[in-house]
């Protein structure tokens, strides 16, 4: 009898162990990078399994198994997957970009060193993939045995071969890439960047000449073949002025045009109303695209919210093929050419569904629904398939029966150290701010738990960027979508706030007045949150910490030098301090003018540390290529001078969004550590 009740106490420890470990929080296997042949009989896509990225393939009816076999959390990433014509081989890139030093990223640490290269795989070979060449962006010609690829702003040809030698495809000024292929396989499109302006060009590949398309002082990019290879569509934009910027909250106006192929003269057949480009560019997955039923497809943001449009060739019937209040990211035409299936928020703000429609303007009709995260369609012939996460299950490629509305994981791997069942439903919450802008936030909440407990707010990076009501659809979010739950488990309330400056909620969100570096408004979004979290009657008031990254990280260090008598603790990973720093990093996507840099520095941290008592954990990646790592030196030898509790955990060769699963391990350990210890004594 004593034998059986140590059995059953036994179970019962480690049932609950099991729902409180972070593992089991963490340790989700992560879906992307979808591609399809020709003819939709063979599918790849990455799994990233604790890091351990690898290609899942399936082809025909057979079951989907794992094409590669990468067994180190080594932060190398897969990505770029094309099949070759017939559909029995497949190119893909491995590894990151390089920095503005040249350096790819290695946040293992790799003695050997790292590259960004180009393999080859034959799909029916049992051997390891084949590097080719370093490089990225392949696109195969239609023979099957050679294909283009980037590197170094140039464009290179090479054969489908481990002991190719690639060549220059030409020679030209500017960074050149984007390459297309013409329909006849004859030519290519490319665009070449030359700093304040950019040009259109086509490679004649028989002839081996460029020619330029309406060559101007302005951007052109995206450039479109229509389907005859007569015609080319590209978008304008205005070019640099002297000593001009981008500005990430503002916009740009836009043009579309239409050129001869052979010509090169071109007609503008649409031109935005307002500064209405930018954004709407550059943020969803086809900016352009014609459709082989004779639409151009684009999308802007003059309505006030990010809509998908169609015109004519010659600029009439433009026809909103998105309408209503919501937001649209990515698409993807059918064979016909005739609809389109699309991502957004329509009808459900704080999640994501797939819907399709007429490219001549239908009725968009629901094709998902429910309180799933559908993401990113995609065919495989006539077979439709998306990415779709849940409030406790990772983003996972699923198959949609469009007649039933039904949606089965096509891989679906389990792995016995995730558990979905120590998860809380997160909760809408809607909520004013001060000057009373609405806000939405999901709020993580063990209601079964009585005492009262900590609460934290969660302000997430970008800062355009929505979080949702479920698992998110980017990695990053998805481990801190992870880590709220596991707070929630650990006897915390985490609420999770979509502050103004975000996507999701139409462009005069996203544009709000007064935002980061010229004033800081989206700082009042946060006290509400954390006022919102104080009036819960499971919220000990007296104890509210926040965390987040990016420019969460900045909204961090904001709470704990403004608001002392609020936040009494907080995890920064990566945060701007000081936007008045000339870093070359994030601080320069704001368009500051001179005039502004003091508006800037009292819109930052830094401004005023003579209320910040709070202990605080700086978290940075030293390798990181969107905020300098030196905003994080600068912020804590000065908090250390004034003897502000201080802790640090530095990530030697790590990038700002840390690519292995032992980084984000380490982080969170030590984040939750940290909170454990100054909001829980």
Same mark, same amino acid.
């Not at 930018?278 to 039923?293: D, E, I, K, R, V």
């Not at 010659?314 to 209040?325: A, E, H, R, V």
């Not at 937001?327 to 999640?351: Q, S």
């Given at each position: 009898m004593k034998q059986t009740c140590f059995v059953i106490l036994l179970l019962v420890a480690t049932n609950t162990i099991g729902q409180t470990n972070l593992e089991q929080f963490l340790s989700h296997p992560i879906e992307s990078g979808f591609a399809a042949s020709a003819d939709g009989k063979n599918m790849a896509w990455v799994i990233n399994d604790h890091g351990k990225r690898n290609i899942v393939v399936k082809t025909g009816t057979d079951l989907p198994r794992l094409l590669t076999d990468y067994q180190q959390d080594d932060g190398q990433e897969i990505s770029q997957l094309v099949f070759s014509p017939n559909g029995t081989k497949l190119l893909f890139v491995r590894g990151s970009g390089a920095n503005n030093m040249g350096q790819h990223a290695n946040p293992a640490s790799l003695a050997e060193g790292v590259e960004?290269?180009?393999?080859?795989?034959?799909?029916?070979?049992?051997?390891?993939?084949?590097?080719?060449?370093?490089?990225?962006?392949p696109i195969i010609f239609k023979d099957g045995i050679r294909f283009l690829f980037s590197k170094g702003g140039q464009i290179y040809e090479s054969p489908m071969d481990i002991n190719a030698t690639p060549k220059l495809l030409f020679s030209a000024r500017g960074n050149n890439g984007n390459p297309v292929f013409s329909p006849d396989a004859n030519e290519v499109l490319f665009t070449s960047d030359r700093g304040d302006h950019s040009f259109i060009g086509i490679y004649n590949l028989n002839r081996k000449a460029i020619r330029w398309i309406a060559p101007d002082v302005s951007h052109d990019e995206f450039p479109v073949w229509s389907?005859? +290879?007569?015609?080319?569509?590209?978008?304008?934009?205005? !070019?640099?002025?002297? &000593?001009?910027?981008? /500005? @990430? =909250? #503002?916009?740009?106006?836009?043009?579309?045009?239409?050129?001869?192929?052979?010509?090169?003269?071109?007609?503008?057949?649409?031109?935005?109303?307002?500064?209405?480009?930018?954004?709407?560019?550059?943020?969803?997955?086809?900016?352009?695209?014609?459709?082989?039923?004779?639409?151009?497809?684009?999308?802007?943001?003059?309505?006030?919210?990010?809509?998908?449009?169609?015109?004519?060739?010659?600029? +009439?019937?433009?026809?909103?093929?998105?309408?209503?209040? !919501?937001?649209?990211? &990515?698409?993807?035409? /059918? @064979? =016909? #050419?005739?609809?389109?299936?699309?991502?957004?928020?329509?009808?459900?703000?704080?999640?994501?569904?797939?819907?399709?429609t007429e490219v001549t303007g239908g009725n968009p009709v629901a094709i998902t629904s429910g309180e799933g995260i559908e993401m990113y369609p995609a065919l495989a012939g006539n077979v439709l398939y998306a990415f779709r996460s849940t409030t406790n299950s990772s983003k996972t490629l699923v198959r949609i029966d469009e007649s039933i509305k039904s949606m089965v994981p096509v891989y679906g791997q389990k792995l016995p150290t995730f558990a979905s069942a120590g998860f809380v439903k997160p909760e809408q919450v809607i909520f004013k701010a001060a000057d009373g802008t609405t806000l939405h936030g999901q709020l993580f909440t063990n209601r079964s738990?009585?005492?009262?407990?900590?609460?934290?707010?969660?302000?997430?990076?970008?800062?355009?960027?929505?979080?949702?009501?479920?698992?998110?659809?980017?990695?990053?979010?998805?481990?801190?979508?992870?880590?709220?739950?596991?707070?929630?488990?650990?006897?915390?309330?985490?609420?999770?706030?979509?502050?103004?400056?975000?996507?999701?909620?139409?462009?005069d969100f996203r544009r709000a007045k007064n935002q980061g570096p010229r004033g800081a408004s989206e700082y009042q979004d946060v006290v509400a949150a954390a006022k919102y979290l104080q009036a819960l009657p499971q919220v000990d008031p007296a104890k509210i910490g926040l965390w987040g990254g990016s420019y969460g990280g900045y909204l961090t260090a904001m709470g704990l030098a403004r608001s002392p008598e609020i936040f009494k603790a907080g995890v920064d990973l990566h945060g701007v301090h000081d936007w008045s720093f000339n870093g070359r990093d994030a601080t320069n996507s704001w368009g500051l003018q001179k005039n502004e840099l003091e508006l800037a520095q009292k819109s930052s941290p830094v401004a005023d540390l003579s209320k910040w008592k709070s202990p605080v954990l700086f978290v940075h990646g030293d390798d990181d290529r969107n905020v300098n790592f030196q905003q994080s030196t600068d912020l804590v030898e000065k908090l250390r001078d004034k003897n502000v509790p201080v802790e640090v955990l530095i990530l030697p060769d790590e990038v700002h969004g840390f690519l292995r699963y032992e980084s984000w391990r380490r982080v969170f350990e030590s984040a939750k550590d940290f909170f454990d210890r100054t909001l829980k004594k």
């Open positions: 960004q290269a180009i393999y080859y795989k034959e799909l029916s070979s049992k051997s390891p993939p084949s590097k080719i060449t370093n490089g990225h962006s389907p005859d +290879g007569k015609q080319v569509a590209f978008i304008r934009k205005s !070019g640099t002025k002297m &000593n001009e910027q981008s /500005d @990430a =909250t #503002g916009g740009t106006k836009f043009s579309v045009w239409v050129a001869d192929a052979e010509t090169g003269k071109a007609v503008s057949i649409w031109k935005s109303p307002a500064d209405d480009g930018g954004f709407s560019q550059y943020y969803p997955n086809t900016a352009l695209a014609w459709s082989t039923a004779g639409r151009i497809l684009f999308f802007s943001e003059h309505t006030g919210w990010n809509h998908l449009f169609s015109i004519t060739p010659t600029g +009439g019937d433009l026809k909103d093929l998105t309408p209503g209040n !919501g937001e649209v990211e &990515n698409y993807i035409l /059918d @064979a =016909t #050419g005739k609809f389109i299936y699309f991502d957004g928020n329509r009808e459900d703000v704080d999640r994501r569904h797939i819907w399709k738990n009585t005492a009262r407990q900590p609460g934290v707010v969660f302000m997430h990076g970008g800062p355009i960027r929505q979080m949702l009501l479920g698992f998110h659809y980017s990695e990053y979010y998805i481990n801190a979508y992870a880590f709220n739950q596991y707070l929630a488990s650990q006897g915390y309330t985490v609420l999770s706030v979509n502050f103004r400056s975000g996507t999701g909620y139409g462009r």
